[in-house]
């Protein structure tokens, strides 16, 4: 879906769309689009750039490589070079990209537990009226003890009731902070299975062990149509506002040439193919000019709008695209660009700034010269909604080496052995024979012919020669040579490629080691060492900024408060996951060895613990079947018992002390954020 980002409104958007200072105050279409010209030209030139900039570098030759090794096709180069029709190509790279993906597949989306969570801060910040409640409460003591005629205590003593008040305090907070954390991760998990979560992550994940670098576009807030219920009992067709994900191809994603990562350097491009449709669902969206997306639709409603690319052609192709002269052309190129622009750009076309010198983020949507939307960039750090994870990342460049690419050394190597051995085998499957014409009587016309069984009419030698009239030699087989060349090339690409064939379940190149369960795991053990570097690169360059984008985005537009608090998103799936995964088997040991140990060593809550774990790691619902009870209420008992003030249960913990003052609860309301700022305080602070 084309449709943008649908924030809300901000005071620096233009509001309508028939707003002259935003169309500038000329008619007709051409004057019209002149007073876009100083942005749109600058739009077009960085873009122009950055394309040149990209091809330079290799990259455009490099993601066709990829996608040939993929789909085991030669190079129209190499080729030339074979003389059969249709040379053997081992399917290495996409044997290896393939089991990749369904073990990173399986760690993210088939795993219980998300491959994030967000977590509070290490020291939540203490609310105000929290730290008020300390005061009070102390305040109380006193008064209470001067009341009854009771000397007051010293200052040491009275430190020392301020620090247990404020002790509980902050555990009062700690958990508050939990159940926000608890609350955001509902929500934001909720929002992503809507908004197209796990599709976009399975076709990143194939980028991400295909091409140099995966990108995902998101969360992008907008309005989605479904189907629901009406009062009357009724399906009807409704709008629901989501946060939707995108997988953007690395063939039209560009960078400007001062790029590291896509929150650094001037700006990013994401070429889009767009059809009528998707224009004419602009319109009404935040920043869009509704009088040049009416003439964009017009001009290339029917003939389209394709920016032409020397490897268009051949990405078609290998994508499974008809070409254009056969489909037609229905598609139009839109160039999004998100970055800096300068701020007298912006003022032209009615967009207010504080500074006409100062560079801004924007978001801007072109086709050719036309500005269809621009706008400044709403979110309050000015993040751009790109995000990027390299298979094998290059310090001070925003792409990487790729899996093909790293592979084909191998990859050439078994294509080349391959081709030998089948030669070979043709060779050496039969004799390979030699005649003598002299010796040959003139009645056999067909000297070509070889069949069993067949007669030779044959004459002496006129030269008194002895030697035979039909000869036959023998090719030598090396087939178990070139065999073995092969295995060398797979168990190289095992080590450069850290995914080991045994992953994809073929044990025969780890010798006795893999018959039992124990070397089993000790295999996989040493092969998520390597595992988890890649699957880091994953999280830290695609999950966790893509969920903190969508946190912050929570905290800035949704008036929910009770999902606001001092928190930071954690991907958990290069530890915590693979690590579960690994101790599946462990735990049971684990459990079987606690179970022989005397009475008493061990308390319940841990036998507990590990049973829970063992039941999630199997698929089992462990709360149900193992509730999490008495840790869990022994300590909320606890903390009433202080909050209010009263005595602790007989099976708690012993008193704090009648000398300990009674901590009334904090009023944390659920209208306030954790961090004693309000909405409105928000806003006011972009």
């Given at each position: 879906?084309?449709?943008?980002?649908?924030?809300?409104?901000?005071?620096?958007?233009?509001?309508?769309?028939?707003?002259?200072?935003?169309?500038?105050?000329?008619?007709?279409?051409?004057?019209?689009?002149?007073?876009?010209?100083?942005?749109?030209?600058?739009?077009?030139?960085?873009?122009?750039?950055?394309?040149?900039?990209?091809?330079?570098?290799?990259?455009?030759?490099?993601?066709?490589?990829?996608?040939?090794?993929?789909?085991?096709?030669?190079?129209?180069?190499?080729?030339?070079?074979?003389?059969?029709?249709n040379p053997i190509y081992f399917p290495l790279t996409l044997t290896k990209s393939k089991a990749g993906q369904a073990w990173l597949r399986d760690i993210m989306t088939t795993n219980l537990d998300s491959p994030f969570t967000?977590?509070?801060?290490?020291?939540?910040?203490?609310?105000?009226?929290?730290?008020?409640?300390?005061?009070?409460?102390?305040?109380?003591?006193?008064?209470?003890?001067?009341?009854?005629g009771q000397p007051l205590p010293n200052k040491p003593a009275l430190m020392d009731s301020a620090k247990g008040l404020l002790k509980k305090a902050k555990e009062y907070i700690d958990r508050q902070a939990k159940a926000f954390a608890s609350a955001a991760e509902k929500r934001i998990t909720d929002q992503m299975l809507d908004g197209n979560w796990r599709a976009t992550l399975n076709e990143c994940i194939a980028d991400f062990f295909t091409f140099p670098m995966a990108i995902m576009y998101g969360p992008s807030p907008m309005q989605k149509e479904k189907l629901s219920w009406n009062k009357s009992g009724k399906l009807e067709k409704i709008k629901v506002d989501c946060y939707e994900y995108s997988r953007v191809s690395p063939f039209d994603f560009y960078w400007t040439s001062d790029s590291k990562c896509?929150?650094?350097?001037?700006?990013?491009?994401?070429?889009?193919?767009?059809?009528?449709?998707?224009?004419?669902?602009?319109?009404?969206?935040?920043?869009?000019?509704?009088?040049?997306?009416?003439?964009?639709?017009?001009?290339?409603?029917?003939?389209?709008?394709?920016?032409?690319?020397?490897?268009?052609?051949?990405?078609?192709?290998?994508?499974?695209?008809?070409?254009?002269?056969?489909?037609?052309?229905?598609?139009?190129d839109v160039v999004m660009y998100s970055g800096r622009a300068q701020g007298s750009m912006l003022q032209e076309i009615g967009i207010e700034v504080d500074d006409l010198e100062r560079p801004y983020e924007v978001e801007v949507w072109q086709v050719a010269d036309l500005i269809l939307l621009a706008r400044i960039n709403p979110h309050l750090m000015g993040a751009r909604p790109f995000h990027i994870g390299c298979f094998n990342p290059i310090p001070g460049s925003i792409f990487g080496a790729s899996l093909p690419k790293i592979l084909e050394p191998c990859q050439r190597g078994i294509n080349s052995d391959y081709r030998a051995l089948m030669r070979n085998k043709a060779f050496a499957s039969g004799p390979m024979g030699g005649l003598n014409r002299d010796r040959i009587h003139e009645d056999e016309s067909d000297v070509t012919s070889w069949q069993p069984y067949r007669l030779w009419q044959l004459k002496d030698s006129q030269l008194g020669q002895s030697n035979s009239a039909i000869e036959f030699y023998r090719v030598p087989s090396i087939i178990g040579e070139l065999l073995t060349s092969i295995?060398?090339?797979?168990?190289?690409?095992?080590?450069?490629?850290?995914?080991?064939?045994?992953?994809?379940?073929?044990?025969?190149?780890?010798?006795?080691?893999?018959?039992?369960?124990?070397?089993?795991?000790?295999?996989?053990?040493?092969?998520?060492?390597?595992?988890?570097?890649?699957?880091?690169?994953?999280?830290?360059?695609?999950?966790?900024?893509?969920?903190?984008?969508?946190?912050?985005?929570?905290?800035?537009?949704?008036?929910?408060?009770?999902?606001?608090?001092?928190?930071?998103?954690?991907?958990?799936?290069?530890?915590?996951?693979?690590?579960?995964?690994?101790?599946?088997?462990?735990?049971?040991?684990?459990?079987?060895?606690?179970?022989?140990?005397?009475?008493?060593?061990?308390?319940?809550?841990?036998?507990?613990?590990?049973?829970?774990?063992?039941?999630?790691?199997?698929?089992?619902?462990?709360?149900?079947?193992?509730?999490?009870?008495?840790?869990?209420?022994?300590?909320?008992?606890?903390?009433?018992?202080?909050?209010?003030?009263?005595?602790?249960?007989?099976?708690?913990?012993?008193?704090?002390?009648?000398?300990?003052?009674?901590?009334?609860?904090?009023?944390?309301?659920?209208?306030?954020?954790?961090?004693?700022?309000?909405?409105?305080?928000?806003?006011?602070?972009?």
């Open positions: 879906m084309l449709t943008p980002q649908t924030y809300p409104k901000f005071p620096n958007v233009p509001q309508r769309t028939d707003d002259q200072s935003m169309l500038g105050a000329v008619d007709g279409d051409i004057e019209r689009r002149r007073s876009y010209n100083k942005l749109s030209q600058y739009v077009l030139d960085s873009f122009n750039r950055a394309r040149f900039s990209r091809t330079t570098t290799g990259y455009d030759a490099e993601l066709v490589d990829d996608m040939r090794a993929m789909r085991r096709e030669y190079s129209p180069e190499d080729r030339q070079l074979f003389d059969d029709e967000i977590e509070p801060t290490p020291e939540p910040r203490l609310p105000m009226d929290a730290k008020m409640a300390v005061v009070k409460a102390l305040r109380a003591y006193l008064s209470e003890m001067v009341a009854s896509p929150q650094s350097g001037t700006g990013v491009f994401w070429r889009r193919r767009a059809t009528a449709k998707d224009l004419w669902g602009m319109i009404g969206c935040d920043g869009a000019i509704e009088e040049n997306i009416r003439i964009a639709i017009q001009r290339f409603e029917w003939d389209g709008y394709r920016d032409w690319w020397l490897s268009d052609s051949e990405r078609d192709r290998l994508e499974n695209k008809a070409p254009v002269f056969v489909s037609g052309m229905h598609e139009i295995d060398h090339n797979l168990r190289v690409a095992d080590d450069v490629s850290k995914i080991p064939a045994y992953v994809n379940g073929q044990m025969g190149s780890v010798g006795t080691v893999g018959r039992t369960l124990g070397g089993i795991s000790l295999l996989m053990g040493a092969a998520a060492k390597g595992m988890k570097e890649m699957v880091n690169f994953f999280d830290t360059g695609i999950i966790e900024p893509a969920v903190k984008m969508h946190y912050e985005f929570l905290m800035m537009f949704d008036p929910d408060a009770s999902i606001k608090g001092d928190a930071q998103v954690k991907a958990r799936a290069s530890s915590g996951l693979i690590n579960r995964e690994l101790s599946q088997g462990s735990i049971g040991e684990v459990l079987a060895t606690l179970g022989q140990m005397p009475p008493g060593v061990v308390p319940p809550a841990g036998i507990q613990a590990l049973l829970r774990e063992m039941l999630k790691a199997r698929g089992y619902d462990a709360e149900a079947l193992i509730p999490e009870k008495s840790q869990e209420q022994l300590q909320q008992e606890m903390m009433m018992a202080m909050l209010s003030g009263g005595q602790m249960p007989a099976s708690g913990a012993p008193e704090v002390g009648p000398s300990s003052p009674a901590l009334p609860a904090p009023s944390v309301t659920a209208q306030a954020p954790l961090d004693g700022r309000s909405l409105k305080q928000m806003g006011e602070m972009r």
